[in-house]
């Protein structure tokens, strides 16, 4: 009997009854319980994984770059409010002209007629929100004015030049007409406060050897008379030879006509980013306004403030 009585509790059967025991309703109770602590945690460990899991994949790895959001210059700094648009953007010294206004944090549009090369250009630019592009031809008023309007920007440069060498129109269509063009859309527009112009030592030298390019230089000028004649203010750029590399010297300044062919100054050379910056200053110079300047760069010459220099033209 009590060998069997061993058997059946061992098997979960009564002793006495012969029937399986019943577990309490507290044992019952708590297993359930128990379970559903179980579960819970699991649910949450789960969660917590998946969480993690989602940081990881949002978080940089080591080689990846993470572009950070251009900021434009606030009202209270020196640039502040300026939005340019920037003609001739994907030549050589176009491009170092954005590269100068990203530089003190002024938000630059880009028009040009190859947009394939403009994207590739300022790619990281555009990524950041810095840089928009504009497509369009130079030649064609309404795309320069649908471009000047979209933007909204309130100061134009142009920096846009032809090649004359292959294009015997190229600086009546290019040179002339386009600035034409941009000064008519900045003027209909009407928020344009500024334009600057990039042209070239020796417009006013009909003899200059660069007018044997069909003009080139000849139609310049007369780009200039344009600008000077709208009534919206201006800064007329003349660069000597330019220069993509090499050492950087003083920057000089001196008024027009005085670089060329003797009895003035023989012309010399500038960087591409000298002139650039030379641009862009004349943004925030009150000496800048309304005048024609020409530039150069000597190795041996002292620093002298761009500021200084644009109030002694």
């Given at each position: 009997?009590?060998?069997?009585?061993?058997?059946?509790?061992?098997?979960?059967?009564?002793?006495?009854?012969?029937?399986?025991?019943?577990?309490?309703?507290?044992?019952?109770?708590?297993?359930?319980?128990?379970?559903?602590?179980?579960?819970?945690?699991?649910?949450?460990?789960?969660?917590?994984?998946?969480?993690?899991?989602?940081?990881?994949?949002?978080?940089?790895?080591?080689?990846?770059?993470?572009?950070?959001?251009?900021?434009?210059?606030?009202?209270?700094?020196?640039?502040?409010?300026?939005?340019?648009?920037?003609?001739?953007?994907?030549?050589?010294?176009?491009?170092?002209?954005?590269?100068?206004?990203?530089?003190?944090?002024?938000?630059?549009?880009?028009?040009?007629?190859?947009?394939?090369?403009?994207?590739?250009?300022?790619?990281?630019?555009?990524?950041?929100?810095?840089?928009?592009?504009?497509?369009?031809?130079?030649?064609?008023?309404?795309?320069?004015?649908?471009?000047?309007?979209?933007?909204?920007?309130?100061?134009?440069?142009?920096?846009?030049?032809?090649?004359?060498?292959?294009?015997?129109?190229?600086?009546?269509?290019?040179?002339?007409?386009?600035?034409?063009?941009?000064?008519?859309?900045?003027?209909?527009?009407?928020?344009?406060?500024?334009?600057?112009?990039?042209?070239?030592?020796?417009?006013?030298?009909?003899?200059?050897?660069?007018?044997?390019?069909?003009?080139?230089?000849?139609?310049?000028?007369?780009?200039?008379?344009?600008?000077?004649?709208?009534?919206?203010?201006?800064?007329?750029?003349?660069?000597?030879?330019?220069?993509?590399?090499?050492?950087?010297?003083?920057?000089?300044?001196?008024?027009?006509?005085?670089?060329?062919?003797?009895?003035?100054?023989?012309?010399?050379?500038?960087?591409?980013s000298q002139v650039a910056d030379v641009c862009v200053?004349?943004?925030?110079?009150s000496g800048a306004s309304n005048k024609t300047v020409?530039?150069?760069?000597?190795?041996?010459?002292?620093?002298?403030?761009?500021?200084?220099?644009?109030?002694?033209?």
């Amino acid at each position: 009997t009590m060998l069997m009585n061993r058997i059946r509790s061992h098997v979960g059967v009564g002793a006495a009854s012969g029937r399986p025991n019943k577990p309490s309703s507290q044992a019952f109770g708590s297993g359930r319980r128990g379970a559903a602590k179980k579960v819970g945690r699991a649910v949450q460990r789960e969660r917590a994984q998946l969480a993690c899991r989602a940081i990881e994949d949002s978080s940089p790895s080591d080689g990846e770059v993470v572009p950070v959001t251009f900021q434009a210059a606030g009202d209270d700094e020196l640039y502040g409010g300026c939005k340019a648009i920037v003609f001739g953007a994907t030549g050589k010294t176009g491009e170092e002209i954005v590269k100068s206004l990203l530089k003190v944090a002024v938000p630059s549009s880009v028009f040009a007629r190859d947009v394939k090369k403009a994207n590739d250009m300022f790619k990281s630019d555009i990524e950041t929100e810095g840089v928009s592009v504009y497509e369009g031809d130079l030649t064609r008023y309404e795309d320069v004015t649908k471009a000047i309007e979209s933007s909204a920007c309130n100061v134009v440069f142009i920096a846009s030049g032809s090649r004359p060498a292959m294009d015997p129109l190229g600086p009546f269509a290019v040179d002339y007409n386009g600035t034409c063009n941009i000064v008519a859309a900045a003027k209909k527009q009407g928020s344009v406060k500024h334009i600057v112009l990039v042209t070239s030592i020796g417009v006013d030298d009909i003899l200059f050897p660069l007018n044997l390019f069909w003009g080139v230089l000849f139609w310049k000028k007369r780009a200039e008379e344009v600008l000077q004649r709208s009534g919206i203010k201006y800064t007329i750029v003349r660069p000597g030879g330019l220069k993509d590399e090499g050492a950087a010297g003083a920057i000089q300044m001196d008024k027009a006509d005085a670089f060329g062919l003797p009895p003035r100054k023989t012309p010399g050379s500038i960087l591409r980013s000298q002139v650039a910056d030379v641009c862009v200053e004349a943004l925030v110079q009150s000496g800048a306004s309304n005048k024609t300047v020409e530039i150069i760069a000597e190795e041996n010459s002292p620093v002298v403030p761009l500021a200084e220099q644009f109030e002694k033209i």
